[in-house]
C-alpha cells in the first residue's frame, strides 16, 4: 500500500485541505492508525532516513513544534527549528529568496505564520514539499489529527454530524473543507460578525455531494444531536488585542454541560489546544468522559509521520 501511496503523495505540498481528496484523508489516517500500532509495537519505521525539514515559525507553538521535530526523529530524519525572527526574513529578505536558498539544504519545509498567501508564495519559488503549520486562513494539519481521532472514536465518517461553536477561524475553515469531504455533515455556531469567509463556506457547500454544511448563530442548533462537538480558543494568535471585546461576545458560545446536553449522549469533544479553560470550554467537559483531546494531541505526531513519509 505504501509504494501506490507514496507514488501519489510525493514531492506535493500540503497547504490546504483543498490539496487532498476525502479518499487521500482517508489513506493518511488510515497510513497513520498503522504506524501508530507500529510505535506501540515498539517497530521502528524509517522512511525519511537521512531527510531534513525546516520548520519556520512566525508564532508560538508547542504541539506543532514538537510533534513535527519528534515525527523526523522517529522517521530517521532531523528537523531543524527556525525561528522567523532570527531568519534574515526578518530583516527583509523575500519569501521567495528564502525558499529557494532552503531548497539546497533541506528536503521539505513547515512554515507557521500569518498569512496563507506567504505560504504560496514560499511554496511557489521552494524545489522541495512545503507543510502549513498554520495560518490564519487554515490549519490544515491539525484536522487530519482530528479526523483520526474521530475515527477512532467512530469507526467511520458517513453519516456522523460535527458541530463547531465558537470563532469561525482557522481551525474552523479547515473543518469546514475537510467534513463534506469525508463525508460527515458540519454545522458551524458562531456569534454575529465571527462567521467563517463565505468563500471558504462556499468552497466546503461544492464539496459537500451528501453531507450537510451549515452556518448558524445558535450554538444549540449545531450541538443539537452531534456525534463531535469541537470548540477552539475565542481570540487566536494576532488577535490577542481583541481578547476582552471577545469574551463578552463569545460567553453564549461556551462548551459547558448545558450546551452538550443537546448532543447525542455518545458525543466527544475535541479541541485542538491550547484551551483557554473557563472561556470557550469548561473544565468538565475538557477533563469529562467524552473529552478525546489527548488523542487529538498525540495524533498530530502520527498524521504528521504520515504525511512526511507521503510527501518527503
Ligand atoms: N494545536 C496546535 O497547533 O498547537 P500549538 O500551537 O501548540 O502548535
Ligand atoms: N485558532 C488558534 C489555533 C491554535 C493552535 C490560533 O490560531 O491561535
Redesign the pocket.
Known amino acids: 500500500m505504501f509504494a501506490s501511496l507514496r507514488k501519489r503523495f510525493h514531492g506535493r505540498d500540503f497547504l490546504s485541505i483543498h490539496d487532498v481528496t476525502g479518499e487521500e484523508i482517508k489513506a493518511i489516517i488510515q497510513f497513520a492508525v498503522e504506524l501508530k500500532e507500529g510505535v506501540r509495537r515498539g517497530e521502528s519505521h524509517t522512511f525519511c532516513d537521512g531527510k531534513t525539514l525546516a520548520m519556520i515559525f512566525q ?1 508560538p ?1 508547542t ?2 513544534r514538537v510533534s513535527f521535530e519528534v515525527a523526523m526523529y522517529h522517521l530517521g530524519g532531523y528537523a531543524l527549528f527556525l525561528s522567523a525572527q532570527d531568519l534574515q526574513l526578518g530583516r527583509g529578505e523575500t519569501i521567495g529568496d528564502t525558499a529557494r536558498v532552503l531548497s539546497r539544504y533541506v528536503d521539505a519545509i513547515m512554515i507557521r505564520t500569518f498569512s496563507q498567501r506567504d505560504v504560496e508564495e514560499l511554496a511557489a519559488a521552494a524545489t522541495v514539499p512545503v507543510i502549513n503549520g ?1 495560518t ?1 486562513w487554515e ?1 490544515p494539519c ?1 484536522i487530519l489529527a482530528d479526523l483520526m481521532t474521530v475515527w477512532e472514536a467512530k469507526g467511520r465518517f458517513e453519516g456522523l454530524k460535527l458541530a463547531y461553536v465558537g ?1 469561525g ?3 474552523c475553515h479547515s473543518l469546514l473543507l475537510a467534513c463534506p469531504r469525508v463525508g460527515m455533515d458540519i454545522v458551524v455556531a458562531t456569534p454575529p460578525g465571527y462567521a467563517p469567509h463565505p468563500e471558504i463556506v462556499a468552497a466546503a457547500v461544492r464539496a459537500a455531494e451528501r453531507s450537510r454544511v451549515e452556518v448558524v448563530q445558535d450554538p444549540v442548533a449545531a450541538v443539537r444531536e452531534a456525534d463531535v462537538v469541537v470548540t ?2 475565542w ?5 490577542e488585542a481583541e481578547h476582552g471585546d471577545r469574551v463578552r461576545v463569545f460567553r453564549p458560545y461556551q462548551v459547558n454541560s448545558a450546551l452538550v446536553s443537546h448532543a447525542r449522549p455518545d458525543f466527544v469533544f475535541l479541541h ?3 484551551a483557554h479553560r473557563g472561556e470557550e470550554v469548561t473544565d468538565e467537559i475538557i477533563d469529562g468522559p467524552a473529552s478525546r483531546v489527548w488523542d487529538e494531541a498525540e495524533n498530530r505526531l502520527h498524521v504528521q509521520k504520515a504525511l512526511l513519509a507521503l510527501l518527503l
Open positions: 508564532k507553538s504541539r506543532t498554520l490564519d490549519h491539525q470563532d477561524n482557522n481551525v477552539d480558543v481570540a487566536s494568535m494576532g488577535k485542538c489546544l491550547p
